[in-house]
């Protein structure tokens, strides 16, 4: 999908230096997933506290050995 957008020259740069990519595009797409990836991640964390445990799950049976 083709956008246009108006995006700071100076922070995109940065992004691109710090980043390692080679372009500017793969820089944005990178910062999106990374976006909404924190994004999702405040809503789990938000979850906490919330949610009663399962009385019934055995943390040990799920152990390797």
Excluded: C, W
Excluded at 35 to 52: N, T
Aim: aromatic share 6%; hydrophobic share 35%; net charge negative.
């Amino acid at each position: 999908m083709a956008t246009n957008l108006a995006i700071d020259d100076e922070l995109l740069n940065e992004a691109l230096a710090i980043s390692g990519l080679k372009t500017k595009k793969d820089t944005v797409n990178l910062a999106l997933k990374e976006f909404v990836s924190h994004r999702k991640q405040l809503e789990i964390i938000d979850l906490f506290g919330k949610m009663d445990p399962d009385p019934d799950y055995d943390y040990k049976k799920g152990r390797n050995r």
